[in-house]
């Protein structure tokens, strides 16, 4: 255990169930877009046309192929109090700001585009932020602990 117990339970606790969730609606979701949407985790193409399911799925691919696995190994190494684990989690919480921004930026330039009519937006300006906060405020203290 870290010297500061909250510290390590702040990122540790919202970290693994952002990683939880990661597994389930991306990473599924870059396998099969088809399962993605059945699970309520993608739209289809019906509602954000071809172009938003190929940048969507895009974000999933990559979510699938570096994020995921690289958020996993800085929570793992942080739980473990391995030498090289800030670096890593470090980077993955970088990714954990930026994806939410690129994300409601894309939703926010696509509202008036034609075939784009996202049902839930609403969900994503709610969830997205908090996301984006807790990851910067997250680096924050890993970098000061």
Not at 20 to 30: D, H, N, R
Not at 69 to 84: K, R, S, V, Y
Not at 115 to 142: D, N
């Amino acid at each position: 255990m870290p010297d500061n117990p909250f510290v390590f339970w702040f990122i540790a606790g919202p970290g693994w169930a952002l990683f939880l969730y990661l597994c389930v609606a991306q990473c599924l979701s870059a396998i099969s877009y088809r399962l993605g949407i059945r699970m309520g985790a993608q739209e289809p193409a019906e509602r954000i046309t071809e172009v938003g399911v190929a940048f969507w799925w895009a974000v999933a691919f990559s979510d699938l192929v570096f994020y995921t696995p690289l958020l996993g190994l800085g929570l793992w190494g942080h739980w473990t109090g391995a030498g090289w684990a800030p670096i890593v989690l470090a980077a993955a919480l970088g990714i954990t700001v930026y994806w939410p921004i690129m994300s409601l930026a894309a939703v926010y330039r696509a509202r008036s585009a034609p075939g784009w009519t996202l049902p839930k937006e609403r969900q994503y300006w709610v969830v997205l932020p908090i996301i984006a906060a807790w990851g910067a405020l997250a680096l924050v203290l890993l970098l000061r602990a």
